[in-house]
C-alpha cells in the first residue's frame, strides 16, 4: 500500500471512531447537566488526560518544536512550565471547585463565577472575554487543523477543513461533553505514544543526545544557552519567568480545563489523576520540544520550521509511524478545538442565551439550543478559518495569555478566600486581561524585561485586593460554602489581605507612574532602547 | 563543564524539573491520601 493511502486509511479509521463515540455519547444525554458536564460522572483516568490533551493544542506538534528549532533550549522552558501546570492546576483548585460548584449549582466555568461573586456583572464581564477568546483560540487551532489534515490526505485546505470540521461538530453535536472527555482520552492516549516513539527514533537517527549537542554546538553554541539563540533574552529573568508561569499557573484560568474539575465524578479522583497526569507528562510535554532541537540537526534547512515533525514523520519513518504521528497531530488539535467548541456553546446557552434571553428555557430546550451553538460556532469557524489564517503561534499565545489573566486569579481566590466579593473579581478580571492586551500590543516585554502574562498576573493579583475593598462583602451562604469547600484546608485570613491592599495602593501608582513616563520617553526616541 | 554535550548549567536547569514534577506528585499522592483517610474516619 502506498504511503498516502496508508496515511488516509489509518484517517479514515481514527474519524469513524469518533464519529462512533459521538453516537454512543448521544445515547446517555437526557437533561443539559449530561450534555455540559457529563453528568458529573468523570473519573480519574478520563479526567487526567482529557484533562492534558485538552491544554496541549495543535501548538505542541506545529509551534512548539518550530520555536525550539529557532531559539534552542530557551524553548524548552514553556516545555517545562507545562510540565508542572496540570499538576498546580489539579492541586490547587481540583478539590475545592468540585465541591463548590456542585454546592453552588454551577454546570459552566463562568456561572460559577457569578453564584460565587454574587453578581450578575461577572457573568457578563466573563462571559465576553470567555467568549472572545476561546472562539480566537478555537479558530487558531481550526487552521491548524486544516492544516494538518490537508497535508495528511494531500488535499486542498478548504477540502481538509470542511472535513475534519464537519466530523468534530457532528460527534460533538451528537455527544457533548461526554463524547469530548472520551475522545479527548483517545486522543491523548495516541498523543503520548506517537510523539514519544517519534522523539526516540529521532534520537537514535541524529545519533544520541551527545552526539547533537556537539553538531549545534557546531553550528551555533547560543542555541545550548538557557538564555535563546545569540543570547537574546541574557539575564531577562522577567521574561524567563513568564514564559514558564504562562504554562504552570495559565491552566487555572482556562475555562475549557477547569471544567474538568467540575465533571468529577468525585472530589476523591483528584488523588490518583495527578499521578495520571504527572506520568503522561512525563513522556509527552518535553518531546516536542527537544525534537525542535534535535531538528536542528536532522533537518538544518527547513523552510517552515512548523512543518519539523510532519517532514520528519515523512522523511525519516514512512509508513505506520509517519500516519500515526499525523494522525496524533490532529488529535492534540482535535482535542484542544472539541473542548473549546462543547464550551464556547455552553456559555453562550447557559450564560447568555438561558441567563438573560430566555430564563425559562427547560432541560430539553437547553440541549436543543447548546447544539445548535455548537454548530453555529462550526460555520462561523469554518469561515474564519478559510479567509483569515494568521499564524498559529501568535494567536495561541495571546489568547491563552489574556485567559489565563482574566480568570486566574478571580478562580483561586473563589476558592482560597472566603472574603474575595464582586468589586475584586471584577477588578482582577478586568485588569489582569486589559494588562496582557496592552503589553502585548505596545511590546512593554522589551522595555521592561517582564513577559505579558507575568505582567497581567501581578496586575490581576493587586486588582483583586484593591478593588476588594470598594464593595460590600460576600453573604453568609457563600462564605460557608467557601469554607465547607476547603475542606478544612488553608484559606486567607480577612486581616492578612486587608493589609495587603493597604500597602499595595501606593506601590501601583508608583508603577504606573513609572510605566507611563517610560512610554514617553522611549516614544520620543530618547532613554531605553527597544531591545 | 558538560554532561552530555551540553553545558552543566543548561542541563541542571532543564532536566531536573521532570523529577521534581515527578516527586511533588508522589508527595501530593501522599499527602491527600492521609486527608482522604482522616475525612472518612470522621464520617464514621
Known amino acids: 500500500m502506498s504511503s498516502i493511502l496508508l496515511e488516509r486509511a489509518v484517517f479514515c479509521i481514527y474519524m469513524s471512531t469518533l464519529l462512533l463515540l459521538g453516537y454512543l455519547g448521544s445515547k446517555r444525554i437526557n437533561i443539559v447537566d449530561d450534555y455540559m458536564l457529563g453528568g458529573r460522572t468523570i473519573g480519574p483516568v478520563f479526567t487526567a488526560i482529557s484533562h492534558q490533551s485538552t491544554a496541549m493544542s495543535g501548538y505542541m506538534f506545529m509551534g512548539g518544536p518550530a520555536y525550539a528549532y529557532q531559539v534552542g533550549y530557551f524553548g524548552l522552558w514553556y516545555g517545562i512550565g507545562d510540565g508542572g501546570g496540570g499538576i498546580f492546576d489539579l492541586a490547587v483548585l481540583g478539590k475545592r471547585m468540585r465541591r463548590l460548584s456542585e454546592k453552588l449549582g454551577a454546570l459552566t466555568p463562568i456561572e460559577y463565577l457569578e453564584k460565587r461573586y454574587e453578581s450578575p456583572a461577572v457573568r457578563v464581564v466573563g462571559a465576553a472575554i470567555a467568549g472572545i477568546f476561546l472562539a480566537a483560540y478555537v479558530f487558531a487551532q481550526f487552521i491548524a487543523g486544516g492544516k494538518a489534515l490537508a497535508m495528511l490526505l494531500d488535499i486542498n485546505y478548504g477540502v481538509a477543513l470542511l472535513i475534519g470540521l464537519g466530523i468534530m461538530v457532528t460527534y460533538t453535536f451528537l455527544g457533548g461533553y461526554l463524547t469530548v472527555v472520551w475522545s479527548d482520552f483517545m486522543n491523548g492516549m495516541l498523543m503520548v505514544c506517537s510523539i514519544f516513539t517519534m522523539f526516540i527514533l529521532g534520537l537514535i537517527k541524529a545519533g544520541g543526545f551527545t552526539a547533537v549537542h556537539h553538531k549545534i554546538a557546531s553550528i551555533d553554541p547560543s542555541y545550548l544557552s538557557i538564555w535563546g539563540k545569540d543570547y537574546q533574552y541574557l539575564g531577562q529573568w522577567g521574561v524567563l519567568l513568564g514564559a514558564v508561569l504562562i504554562y504552570f499557573i495559565g491552566y487555572t484560568g482556562m475555562p475549557h480545563i477547569i471544567v474538568r474539575h467540575m465533571s468529577m465524578k468525585s472530589h476523591k479522583n483528584v488523588r490518583p489523576a495527578i499521578m495520571w497526569v504527572s506520568i503522561w507528562n512525563l513522556f509527552f510535554v518535553y518531546s516536542p520540544y527537544l525534537l525542535g532541537i534535535i531538528g536542528i540537526v536532522l533537518l538544518p534547512n527547513l523552510a517552515d520550521p512548523e512543518m519539523i515533525i510532519p517532514t520528519l514523520a515523512h522523511s525519516l519513518f514512512p509508513g505506520v509511524i509517519a500516519a500515526l504521528v499525523l494522525s496524533a497531530l490532529m488529535a492534540a488539535v482535535i482535542s484542544t478545538a472539541d473542548s473549546q467548541l462543547v464550551q464556547l456553546a455552553s456559555i453562550l446557552s447557559r450564560d447568555v442565551y438561558q441567563r438573560f434571553i430566555n430564563p425559562q428555557a427547560n432541560s430539553k430546550q437547553m440541549v436543543i439550543v447548546s447544539r445548535l451553538l455548537v454548530v453555529v460556532v462550526g460555520i462561523v469557524g469554518f469561515f474564519i478559518a478559510y479567509f483569515q489564517p494568521p499564524t498559529i503561534f501568535g494567536l495561541v499565545v495571546f489568547a491563552w495569555g489574556v485567559l489565563g489573566n482574566t480568570f486566574m486569579v478571580p478562580y483561586i481566590a473563589a476558592v482560597y478566600w472566603p472574603e474575595a466579593n464582586k468589586a475584586g473579581a471584577l477588578g482582577a478580571m478586568i485588569g489582569g486581561g486589559l494588562t496582557n492586551i496592552i503589553w502585548t500590543v505596545l511590546k512593554l516585554e522589551a522595555i521592561t524585561a517582564v513577559h505579558p502574562f507575568f505582567a497581567g498576573l501581578i496586575v490581576s493579583i493587586v486588582c483583586m485586593l484593591i478593588f476588594n475593598r470598594f464593595s460590600a462583602g460576600v453573604s453568609d451562604t457563600v462564605r460557608t460554602a467557601v469554607q465547607e469547600a476547603s475542606g478544612g484546608g488553608f484559606t486567607i485570613p480577612p486581616k492578612l489581605a486587608a493589609g495587603m491592599s493597604k500597602i499595595l495602593i501606593p506601590e501601583a501608582r508608583e508603577v504606573g507612574r513609572f510605566l507611563i513616563s517610560n512610554r514617553r520617553t522611549n516614544s520620543d526616541g530618547l532613554g531605553i532602547e527597544v531591545g | ?44
Open chain 2, 1 to 44: 563543564m558538560e554532561i552530555m554535550g551540553l553545558p552543566a548549567k543548561t542541563f541542571f536547569a532543564m532536566f531536573t524539573w521532570p523529577l521534581i514534577y515527578l516527586a511533588w506528585s508522589l508527595y501530593l499522592y501522599w499527602k491527600m491520601g492521609i486527608e482522604e483517610r482522616s475525612e472518612g474516619s470522621e464520617n464514621e
